[in-house]
């Protein structure tokens, strides 16, 4: 593969990537083949499809929901129209499906037409040819609330069910009608909808989601469930929900699904994925992020492209995530792709342009105020100025930007806005014997610095995406799926990192130099180091990186109903092999740059010249990549027999990761078993296991047994429930789940029951450290790591309790839950063993112990007044965990011990209780007439420097010793970093064709220390020529002149900072939130365009990060503890977008 670069080519060194890519190529041409080839075998033998009935006495309906379930046909019908017949006997074996339709309906005058999958039951009645005064002919499509036409609704006239029709494949229909009639439309998945025909006859239905039916099959762990029966505690939302102008999934999640809580620090292409976690952080040393499977393959989810996503679920208590054994603790996500349709080949296509804008940038002081500041910081500590007013008059005027510059250095190196755009192209289509979805998508992304006219220095990205889902009848028991997937990005970046970039522009102050002179000589700075450079060379002038990744995923499952042992048993095996290739090539290169001393006497500019140039070098090249194979083999079985519900699972499966530079692979195996019942779908219960086996630990301790159970009981199907409220509540569901899981992700390293040995020059007891003794030397092997054959998993504890509701038909519902979760065996390394034990490092052990408590819910509301559809929803988390046990030595006060804290909260903070006052000091005055403070008697001395005085911070003296010292310190519990509290909350409204969308989002109980990094933040902390200063301080600092207690800044100092920049809480901000997450105005067109070519189009127009309202206003708070907030920044976004279906 060529790789162009200023007119030279470079030749990667990937061939497995080549490899991967026509591998690739190769399975996608296989793929088609196979979709020709039974496809047009299925046309032949679409209607082939077999029954075997035996049923006595069974109604209509019952005996519609058999022939569903051996074939995957849904019915739909008005109940009217069968409800007055008698039950029925029939017995059929491996009969085809239209001969058994024939003999059950043509008797009772009853009709059906085929529409894809979907059965539509009619009364037979003569169809009219003409339209007499009392009739009239009406017509109209059908569509979901996205705009997406619905083939094979159902349409009735209300009390003559006899007159009606469906849907066609373009969702629309035409019937004749008695004048003033009312219809019925109904649709499984969605709200039906009664519709007076008055003076219109060209209708546009727009059908909303019915949480009772379009939820009624739900994503679990290895498989599908009903919700009806589902005992354990379930989110989903659907792939549309998600998508937004962004590359990274993970950061459209935030305040969409509850349960989940999710941050996102930077916006920088490639580099701008979000941190998130289920139900929040419940280990202070393994890892903490849950597991993600795409299509039940453990993979990175950040590629994936949105309009690739059937459903995201999470998977948050024991009873759902049990199975996972050692890897459920931290919860589970489960991403499952589209697949096709039994329908006509669907194109269609997407396409947006987005412009991006910070959503807010650092302001820094100019070269006047700065200098002015640093006068008054000298003054403050009794010493003189050293800018002249002559000089800071020049600094000012801008008469000579070359010797007094005013370099504000974000605006120099920043662009205030950059672009990206996204295409995607989707086939989904199908019919009884093939079906596909296949998708292919490009998202494109520049970032926001300005580049070097030579070479492209910019933050950027180009990603392509591919997938084939495809679903094969081999024959009528024999189900083939073949899913390939893969994603090609290419980034690129400055030679240097972000995060190194940032932190020039915070530290270099405007007054040195300008980024470039008026004649166009590059300037540097005179005592060039790794801190003092110029910020636009380091950006600029340096060179470049670039990355190539190729990720391959493909997956083969095969399904064999085993009817003829047992109805509803089927066995299933799959096989998945994954690649993933990283090639990196970077080029450096230096400028000729100088700094200018003064002018001459004809006014030019004198030079010195500072680096010299250096052209670029060869590339540096690196390269990286692994494997993963994944292993799985099931057995089911589910199976209704009256009221009672069966269904069992047993699985195995086992996976193996191989990484390029680890000599052993990691490896996986695992038996996973379900057993759930549930009687008349008010009853249920479940029981689930998990036996985990992982090779990083010792024998006798590599396997896990995580067990849970699970209940639900729903009252609204109790023949009790009160008739009134029948009409009302649909589903009224407690529900009740406790169970153990594991986290192999323990935060050590591999094999840590093997010791380690070193080289050494003595031993801890007898010998010195010198090695030698009466002439010998001491010299030899030492044990390093003190082996732990013990060691295993992290083991956790989930109890959850839940409620289910829906309203109304699903018009409303309602979940939530409360969970109670136990961590324990959290490895770490023993801080009370002394080393008299013999220990020459300190042995590690599964010791910790946290509990995490909290709660999460959601509620929807849908309603539809007329032709305005209205949709409301919202959902929160809230989880708050608490470090029970920690093995740490004892502290001097109870402050400062870890036991008893917050995991991820702010540490060894002084607690600032105001600023000084002269009230606080005996105010005398020394020989030369200065000022002397000293403390009055009963305030406690200040430790880390040799003078406090009015305008520095005053702190809390814990102990009442009358001293601040470090025994003032707290762990403080009251300020997280990751918030404890997130939710989220919505609004959309439609029109005929017109909609909006509104959707916000916040998060609270989480903090930002704006100290966190004091050479970033601190004014003059490395001296004047180091130091930049926030405009926040130019603006809101104490001075004698303003000695106010609500000010940003305490006084400004330019030596002995220690208590000031120190940890404190004066320094942390509330750093809760609330933003307009999402808006989206569209206009959809639900009648046929262009002669019927494109059957549904969209436009809109959506915004992103719209608004934000918060406490810090320096910087956005999502970013959190980043350099005071001098990072990358979070883009808000404005997306134009078109959409539509051939």
């Not at 593969?1 to 996608?28: P, Q």
């Not at 980034?491 to 522009?505: H, L, P, V, Y």
């Not at 190729?550 to 998945?576: C, F, H, N, P, Y």
Request: proline letters at 4%.
């Amino acid at each position: 593969m060529k790789y162009f670069n200023n007119g030279k080519v470079f030749w990667g060194t990937h061939v497995c990537l080549n490899r991967a890519v026509f591998f690739f190529i190769r399975m996608v041409k296989v793929t088609i083949c196979l979709i020709l080839v039974f496809s047009l075998g299925g046309y032949a033998s679409g209607n082939a499809q077999e029954v075997t009935l035996n049923v006595k006495n069974k109604t209509l309906k019952e005996v519609f929901a058999e022939i569903r379930k051996q074939t995957d046909y849904h019915f739909l019908y008005d109940e009217t129209m069968i409800s007055k017949f008698a039950p029925v006997s029939i017995t059929v074996k491996s009969q085809p499906i239209d001969k058994v339709l024939t003999k059950l309906l043509d008797e009772r005058k009853i009709s059906y037409e085929k529409q894809g999958n979907t059965i539509l039951l009619l009364n037979k009645h003569p169809v009219k040819r003409h339209t007499s005064r009392a009739d009239v002919e009406v017509s109209g499509i059908v569509t979901d609330s996205s705009g997406t036409v619905l083939q094979g609704v159902s349409i009735v006239v209300k009390g003559h069910p006899q007159i009606g029709t469906s849907t066609d494949i373009n969702g629309r229909f035409i019937l004749v009608v008695p004048e003033r009639s009312t219809l019925l439309f109904s649709y499984m998945g969605y709200i039906s909808q009664e519709v007076e025909v008055a003076g219109g006859t060209n209708l546009e239905i727009i059908m909303l989601p019915d949480a009772t039916g379009l939820e009624e099959v739900v994503v679990v762990g290895f498989g599908q469930q009903k919700k009806e029966s589902l005992v354990s505690s379930v989110s989903s939302v659907k792939g549309e929900q998600l998508r937004m102008p962004t590359r990274s999934l993970s950061n459209n999640l935030a305040g969409q699904i509850p349960g989940l809580i999710a941050v996102q620090r930077s916006g920088e292409p490639g580099y701008d994925d979000a941190e998130f976690w289920i139900r929040g952080v419940s280990s202070f040393a393994g890892g903490t992020r849950p597991l993600v499977l795409v299509d039940g393959v453990p993979r990175n989810m950040n590629d994936i492209e949105p309009d690739e996503i059937e459903t995201f679920t999470l998977l948050k208590d024991a009873a759902a995530t049990s199975v996972y054994g050692s890897e459920g603790a931290n919860g589970v996500i489960l991403i499952t792709s589209k697949r096709g349709r039994v329908q006509r080949t669907a194109i269609s296509y997407r396409g947006e342009a987005s412009r991006l804008t910070p959503t807010r940038v650092p302001r820094f002081a100019n070269s006047f105020d700065y200098l002015s500041l640093y006068n008054e910081a000298l003054r403050n500590e009794g010493k003189l100025p050293v800018y002249s007013d002559e000089v800071l008059a020049k600094y000012a005027s801008g008469e000579d930007p070359d010797l007094y510059p005013n370099s504000n250095w974000w605006d120099i190196l920043m662009k205030d806005h950059t672009y990206n755009t996204r295409h995607t192209l989707n086939f989904r289509g199908g019919n009884e014997r093939a079906r596909f979805f296949v998708s292919g998508a490009y998202f494109g992304e520049s970032g926001l610095y300005k580049v070097n006219n030579e070479f492209n220095n910019n933050a950027g990205l180009n990603r392509y995406n591919l997938r084939s889902n495809v679903d094969i009848d081999v024959t009528k028991s024999t189900l083939l799926r073949i899913d390939l997937s893969g994603q090609y990005l290419e980034t690129n970046n400055a030679r240097n990192a972000s995060n190194a970039i940032f932190e020039r522009i915070s530290r270099i102050p405007p007054h040195l130099f300008p980024a470039i002179y008026s004649d166009g000589t590059l300037a540097e700075h005179p005592s060039y180091t790794g801190n003092k450079r110029n910020p636009y060379n380091y950006l600029t002038e340096t060179g470049y990186r670039k990355q190539w990744r190729t990720g391959i995923q493909s997956r083969v499952d095969l399904e064999q109903k085993l009817d003829w042992i047992a109805q509803g048993l089927k066995i299933r095996g799959a096989a998945s092999y994954d690649a993933n290739t990283l090639y990196e090539m970077s080029r450096t290169k230096a400028p000729d740059a100088y700094f200018a001393e003064g002018r001459d006497e004809e006014g030019n500019l004198i030079f010195r010249k500072i680096t010299n140039y250096e052209p670029f070098g060869e590339p540096a090249e690196s390269s990286s990549g692994n494997k993963n194979i994944y292993l799985e083999t099931a057995l089911n079985f589910d199976r209704t027999f009256a009221n009672h519900t069966v269904n069992a699972m047993a699985l195995y499966y086992q996976k193996e990761q191989q990484l390029h530079n680890e000599a052993l692979a990691f490896r996986k195996q695992a038996y996973v078993g379900r057993l759930a019942y549930s009687f008349g779908n008010r009853y249920s219960i479940e029981a689930n296991f998990g036996v985990t086996g992982s090779e990083q630990f010792a024998k006798g301790y590599r396997y896990g047994f995580f067990p849970a159970v699970g209940v639900a009981w729903n009252l609204a199907n109790e023949p009790y429930f009160p008739e009134s409220l029948q009409h009302v509540v649909n589903s009224f569901k407690l529900r009740a789940s406790i169970g153990r899981t594991g986290n192999d992700n323990t935060g050590g390293s591999r094999f840590m029951y093997r010791p380690t040995f070193a080289n050494g020059d003595g031993y801890s007891l007898g010998i010195g450290s010198t090695g030698a003794i009466n002439g010998i030397s001491g010299n030899g092997l030492v044990e390093g790591r003190f082996a732990a054959p013990s060691l295993s998993w992290e083991i956790e504890l989930k109890r959850n309790y839940g409620i289910d509701v829906t309203l109304w038909n699903g018009q409303v519902t309602l979940q939530a839950d409360y969970f109670d979760n136990l961590r324990t065996d959290i490895l770490l390394q023993r801080r009370t063993v002394s080393e008299v034990a013999g220990f020459r490092q300190a042995p590690w052990q599964n010791y910790g112990k946290v509990e995490n408590k909290g709660i999460d819910g959601s509620i929807n509301v849908n309603k539809q007044f007329g032709e305005v559809t209205l949709g409301v929803r919202g959902n929160v988390t809230f989880a708050r965990n608490k470090i029970l046990e920690y093995d740490e030595i004892p502290q001097a006060h109870e402050w400062m011990s870890v036991t008893g804290k917050r995991l991820n909260a702010l540490s060894n903070l002084l607690v600032a209780e105001r600023l000084f006052t002269d009230d606080d000091f005996h105010i005398t005055t020394d020989d030369s007439g200065n000022a002397v403070y000293r403390l009055k008697d009963g305030i406690a001395r200040q430790t880390y420097v040799s003078q406090v005085m009015p305008g520095d911070i005053k702190y809390v003296d814990l102990n009442n010793d009358g001293v601040i010292d470090d025994f003032d310190r707290v762990r403080d519990s009251h300020h997280p970093l990751i918030p404890e509290l997130m939710y989220g909350f919505g609004v959309s409204v439609g029109y005929k064709g017109f909609y909006f969308n509104g959707f916000f989002q916040g998060a609270g109980n989480v903090s930002v220390n704006l100290n966190n990094q004091a050479n970033a933040f601190m004014p003059f902390h490395w001296g004047v020529e180091e130091s930049n200063v926030r405009q926040e301080i130019v603006e809101s600092r104490w001075t004698p002149e303003n000695p106010s207690q609500n000010v940003f800044f305490p006084r400004l100092r330019v030596t002995e900072m220690a208590n000031t920049n120190t940890a404190s809480t004066w320094w942390i901000r509330d750093g809760s939130f609330i933003r307009l997450k999402n808006v989206e105005l569209g206009y959809s067109f639900n009648k046929p365009l262009f002669a019927q070519r494109i059957q549904a189009a969209r436009l809109y127009l959506m915004g992103q990060n719209v608004a934000l309202w918060d406490k810090v206003k320096m910087y956005d708070p999502e970013i959190g503890n980043s350099a005071g907030g001098t990072r990358y920044p979070i883009p808000s976004i404005w997306t134009f977008g078109l959409e539509f279906t051939l």
